[in-house]
C-alpha cells in the first residue's frame, strides 16, 4: 500500500496548493487571470475583424481586376474596329479624289452650272447608298 511518509507527502503538497490558491485569491490573481483572458478574446475579436476587412477588400479587387480585363477587351476590340475603318477609308479615298477631280472639271467646262434638282437628289441619293454599303462592309468585318 500507500506509506504513511507518501501520504504525508501528498497532504503537505495539497496544503501547499490550498495556500497558493488563497493567496492568489487575495491578490486578485483569479481577477488579473480573468482580465488578461478578456483581453485576448478581445484581440481575438479585433483581429478576425481585420481579416474579414481584408478579405472583402481582395473580393472587391478581385471584381475591380474583372471589370479592367473586360475593359481592356473593349478597348482592344475599338482599336481592330478603328484599324479596319482605316483600311476602309484608305480604299475609298482615292475613289473619292478621283469624283472630285471628275465634278471639278465638269463644273469647269460647264461655265459654273448649277445642277438641276434631279441631278442633285440623284447625287445624294447615290451617296446615301454608298454611305449605306459602307456601314454594311464595317459591320461585316
Given at each position: 500500500?500507500?506509506?504513511?511518509?507518501?501520504?504525508?507527502?501528498v497532504a503537505k503538497?495539497?496544503?501547499?496548493t490550498e495556500k497558493?490558491?488563497?493567496?492568489?485569491?487575495?491578490?486578485?490573481?483569479?481577477?488579473?487571470?480573468?482580465?488578461?483572458?478578456?483581453?485576448?478574446?478581445?484581440?481575438?475579436?479585433?483581429?478576425?475583424?481585420?481579416?474579414?476587412?481584408?478579405?472583402?477588400?481582395?473580393?472587391?479587387?478581385?471584381?475591380?481586376?474583372?471589370?479592367?480585363?473586360?475593359?481592356?477587351?473593349?478597348?482592344?476590340?475599338?482599336?481592330?474596329?478603328?484599324?479596319?475603318?482605316?483600311?476602309?477609308?484608305?480604299?475609298?479615298?482615292?475613289?473619292?479624289?478621283?469624283?472630285?477631280?471628275q465634278i471639278s472639271?465638269?463644273?469647269?467646262?460647264?461655265?459654273?452650272?448649277?445642277?438641276?434638282?434631279?441631278?442633285?437628289?440623284?447625287?445624294?441619293?447615290?451617296?446615301?447608298?454608298?454611305?449605306?454599303?459602307?456601314?454594311?462592309?464595317?459591320?461585316?468585318?
Amino acid at each position: 500500500g500507500v506509506s504513511e511518509s507518501r501520504i504525508q507527502e501528498v497532504a503537505k503538497e495539497i496544503e501547499q496548493t490550498e495556500k497558493e490558491l488563497q493567496r492568489l485569491q487575495e491578490s486578485n490573481g483569479f481577477v488579473q487571470l480573468d482580465h488578461r483572458i478578456e483581453e485576448r478574446n478581445k484581440q481575438r475579436h479585433e483581429l478576425q475583424y481585420s481579416i474579414n476587412r481584408l478579405n472583402d477588400e481582395i473580393r472587391a479587387l478581385e471584381l475591380y481586376g474583372d471589370h479592367m480585363v473586360k475593359l481592356d477587351v473593349k478597348r482592344n476590340e475599338l482599336k481592330s474596329t478603328e484599324s479596319r475603318l482605316l483600311q476602309l477609308v484608305g480604299k475609298i479615298e482615292p475613289k473619292l479624289q478621283t469624283i472630285l477631280i471628275q465634278i471639278s472639271h465638269q463644273n469647269s467646262t460647264q461655265s459654273d452650272a448649277m445642277p438641276s434638282p434631279h441631278e442633285y437628289d440623284s447625287a445624294m441619293a447615290n451617296l446615301t447608298q454608298q454611305q449605306r454599303a459602307v456601314v454594311e462592309q464595317l459591320r461585316r468585318q
